[in-house]
Each structure stands twice: as C-alpha cells, then as structure tokens.
C-alpha cells in the first residue's frame, strides 16, 4: 500500500473527518485529470456537498459550473459553502441526471467524483448527460473499482458491504459498453491507486464508519451481542490502520475519460 508523503493537514481539514477530507489524495488526481480551461461551462453529477464543483468554477474564471444532486440537504449544504467561500460562478440543483430536463449541448465537459455509480437506468443517465454536452465535449468521472482491490470495503465493512451499486462502473468493458450505447466514444482509465483517509485517530476514524449507511443498516439488523462483536472487529482493524499521521486504508479508483466524437 502507498502512503502519502506530501498529505497537507489542511486537506484533510481539522476536526471530524468529511469525504472531502477522505478523499483528498484523489481529489488531486481527479482536479487535474478533470482540466477545466478558464471558458468552459461545467456540468457536476452527483455533486454532493459540490467540492468538486467549486474546484470547476475556480477553475472556468470565465465560464461557470453546475452540481445537480438528488439529494435536497446535499444541494442546501452545497449552495451554502459557495456563499461562505465567496464563489459565484457556480450553482447548485436538486435533481435526477438520468431524467433532468438539461438544456441540449449547454455544457462542455461533465465531471463526477462517485456520482454516477447509483443510476437506475446508466445508458438512459449517460445518454441524457451526453445530450448536455456540447458536440466536443468530454465526460470526466471517478469511480470505484472492484469491491476486492478497495480495502476500506472489504475490511471495513466486511460482511455488511455496501450494495455492489458502487462498485457497478468497475468493469471496464461494461463501462465502456455503456458509454458507448450512451453515444461517447474514446473511453479511456487512468489507474488512481490512493488511500482514503478516516481521521486522525482510532475514535475519529470510528465515529466517520458509524456514520456509513452500510453500517447504520447493518447494525439494524444485529442483536446486543452481535453488535458488541462488530465494534470489537472494527476497533481492532482501524487501530490496525492508525499511523503517525491518522488512519488510512488502501484503495483503487479509475478516472474514466469519454468524449462525445
Ligand atoms: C458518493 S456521493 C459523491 C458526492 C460528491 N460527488 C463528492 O465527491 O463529494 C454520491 C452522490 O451521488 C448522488 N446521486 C446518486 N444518484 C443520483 C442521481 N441519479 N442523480 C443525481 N445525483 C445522484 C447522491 O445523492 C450522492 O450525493
């Protein structure tokens, strides 16, 4: 497993750990692989807390970015880190983007970081985002590879793993095949091998685990004791991950490249 030597602790932010902060080594890959250029006009799937969209705006000083996510308090908590961060080239929707109604050919790329993996129909999804770009546009997206290469999954969550929806751009073939009946073309991966960052100690990094909705499910379903012996099992494979400079377990992504022609 690679660890990083240059980890800042202002990316990983101070306090409790959030998925920027734990995803702050990919974020690096993501950003540059992304490449937005000062003019052009961002489109952010599944944007979450919209990180990744501020980025683009910084990025396009004269063109703008949009995060659309299906989730109203991502898009509120969003829309309220531009105001504070004072970006205002960029905005923020409540929506699906398998269906949402995107002006044709209003975007020049589309970026995603693990916001295209939970589409109910991805051909549908990927063809209404291949409709949003402009005829020399470009889809940009991280995604996970397979659940067996990411040991934050089969560690961590062991045998209450998340649904196999996040890892459901893992193959590239399928991928691929999808983008391509999506009308894309030239699908390429980079490999990102990079560890996720869990906080700075054994409670941070429990308290960011408790929080997974894997875990919150799982623990649903166990009785007393059984949930005993889970927060055994955990405790002792974070511990088992805690270095000088926090907790760390390995993983694997692709950022996966698409144009429209
Ligand atoms: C793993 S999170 C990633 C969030 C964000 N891209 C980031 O890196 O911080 C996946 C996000 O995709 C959103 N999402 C899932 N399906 C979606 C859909 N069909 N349309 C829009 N957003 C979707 C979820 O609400 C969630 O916020």
């Not at 051909?123 to 934050?152: K, P």
Request: aromatic letters at 8%; one cysteine or more.
């Amino acid at each position: 497993m690679k660890f990083p030597e240059t980890a800042s602790s202002d990316e990983r932010g101070a306090g409790p750990v959030d998925y920027d902060a734990e995803l702050h080594l990919h974020n690096r890959a993501f950003r540059s692989a992304c490449a937005v250029l000062a003019h052009e006009r961002v489109l952010d799937i599944g944007c979450g807390a919209g990180k990744t969209t501020r980025d683009a705006a910084r990025a396009a000083s004269a063109g703008g970015a949009m995060g659309i996510d299906a989730s109203g308090p991502a898009i509120a908590r969003a829309s309220a880190l531009a105001a504070a961060e004072g970006v205002r080239n960029v905005r923020y929707e409540q929506g699906d983007a398998q269906t949402h109604a995107f002006l044709s050919q209003s975007f020049d790329v589309a970026i995603s970081r693990f916001g295209t993996m939970f589409f109910a129909d991805p051909i549908v999804a990927f063809r209404n985002i291949r409709g949003a770009l402009a005829d020399d546009g470009r889809l940009v997206m991280m995604v996970w590879q397979a659940r067996e290469a990411n040991e934050w999954s089969m560690a961590v969550q062991g045998d209450h793993a998340l649904s196999s929806a996040a890892f459901s751009l893992a193959d590239p073939s399928a991928a691929e095949g999808i983008l391509d009946a999506a009308g894309f073309a030239h699908t390429t991966f980079q490999d990102v091998h990079e560890p996720v960052y869990y906080g700075d100690s054994v409670e941070a990094a429990l308290d960011w685990i408790g929080g997974f909705q894997s875990t919150q499910e799982a623990s649903q379903s166990r009785d007393a004791a059984s949930a005993e012996r889970e927060r055994a099992r955990l405790r002792g494979i974070v511990a088992q991950h805690h270095r000088d400079d926090g907790v760390w377990f390995d993983s694997r992504a692709w950022i996966i490249n698409a144009r429209c022609r």
